[in-house]
């Protein structure tokens, strides 16, 4: 079984570039959430997804940031304009149904974003 | 609000011993999920042990183990006869199922193990 699919895992952009990023959860898992690691630093939740709806979002920042998860297709992560300091790793996490407690959670191998 | 607490940003521990890793947890919440990770230099995250706030056992995986007091809302992690390969950033987390959050992980800063020849 594939595990959760993350793409590019190295991305590099010049400021004020877009960058996506993708996430293909398990197989059957129709749950995905984002987050982000700076340097030298935890993991912070970015979004929460199921498909076709944002469910929280609480983590995203307020500009440049966006994050959809189709009916068909990966999960992306879009940053507008991007500016050195979104230099970071994104890691992805998928769930099945709508599963709130146990060890069902599984990350990607996350994609690192360095802006020059 | 949620929050996890790991207190020591850097451990040593010789080759062989046993280490003991931080962490405590804040919840009003009776049934919570708390994860350890392993991030190598590599920056994967490898799923280490996992224990359920009503799990009555202390988790056990291998050489890692889960010292989890509930009272203390403490959940440290034990690895025993430490190798070379365990050197890596440990990453604590915890899972609350808020019906309007969809169980996220809330994670700590890490503590950056580093094992000695």
């Known amino acids: 079984n594939a595990g959760v699919m993350q793409n590019p895992r190295h991305l590099v952009r010049r400021r004020g570039q877009e960058a996506r990023l993708r996430c293909s959860p398990m197989?059957?898992?129709?749950?995905v959430y984002w987050y982000r690691q700076l340097p030298e630093e935890g993991l912070k939740f970015m979004v929460y997804l199921q498909k076709e709806n944002i469910i929280d979002e609480s983590g995203m920042p307020k500009e440049r940031f966006s994050a959809e998860f189709p009916k068909e297709g990966p999960s992306i992560l879009r940053i507008q304009q991007v500016v050195r300091g979104d230099s970071a790793a994104y890691f992805c996490?998928?769930?099945?149904?709508?599963?709130?407690?146990?060890?069902?959670?599984?990350f990607g191998e996350g994609s690192w974003l360095t802006v020059v | 609000a949620q929050k996890i607490t790991q207190t020591q940003p850097g451990m040593f521990v010789q080759e062989k011993e046993a280490v003991t890793l931080d962490c405590t947890y804040d919840t009003s919440d009776p049934s919570y999920g708390l994860f350890w990770y392993k991030q190598p230099s590599s920056g994967e995250m490898i799923f280490l042990i996992y224990?359920?706030?009503?799990?009555?056992q202390n988790a056990t995986e291998g050489r890692y183990s889960l010292n989890f007091q509930k009272a203390r809302k403490s959940a440290n992690l034990v690895i025993s006869a430490s190798q070379l390969g365990d050197s890596a950033m440990y990453l604590c987390?915890?899972?609350?199922?808020?019906?309007?959050?969809?169980?996220?992980?809330?994670f700590g800063q890490g503590t950056e193990l580093s094992v000695k020849p």
């Open positions: 996490a998928s769930s099945p149904w709508d599963s709130r407690s146990g060890n069902t959670i599984y």
């Open positions: 197989k059957g898992h129709s749950h």
């Open positions: 987390a915890m899972r609350e199922p808020s019906y309007n959050q969809g169980g996220k992980l809330i």
């Open positions: 224990q359920g706030s009503y799990d009555q």
